[in-house]
């Protein structure tokens, strides 16, 4: 249902966009939200957008990283710029959508960024 491309390898201060394609379900009923995930660490949120065009960033990325959202590609964007070894992880997208006492979740396979020193 989610699918991640471009990821991959970046050097320190460089910028890296990534993206989510939603399949199967409807794109504009879900929040999109990136998650980032390192070895030994659980999985935290970098960014996210409601349906409503409201984002959140953690404080590491603000001003640095932007979430996006075009509807008629069914696609959620995470353009990250001045990025950081810290950035280093698997990313993976995930998509909620909130019911009235329960929410859907998918979750996208992950894509790895490493940002080299």
């Known amino acids: 249902h989610l699918a991640e491309s471009g990821g991959g390898v970046v050097q320190v201060g460089g910028s890296l966009r990534l993206s989510c394609t939603f399949s199967?379900?409807?794109?504009?009923?879900?929040?999109s939200n990136w998650y980032r995930q390192t070895p030994g660490a659980q999985r935290e949120l970098v960014a996210g957008?409601?349906?409503?065009?409201?984002?959140t960033y953690q404080d590491a990325v603000k001003g640095r990283f932007t979430i996006s959202r075009d509807s008629d590609a069914k696609t959620c964007y995470l353009q990250m710029d001045k990025l950081k070894p810290e950035d280093t992880g698997v990313y993976y997208c995930h998509g909620q959508r909130h019911l009235r006492t329960t929410s859907l979740e998918f979750w996208g396979r992950g894509i790895q960024v490493n940002v080299s020193s």
């Open positions: 957008m409601t349906t409503t065009g409201i984002s």
């Open positions: 199967g379900i409807v794109f504009d009923w879900y929040d």
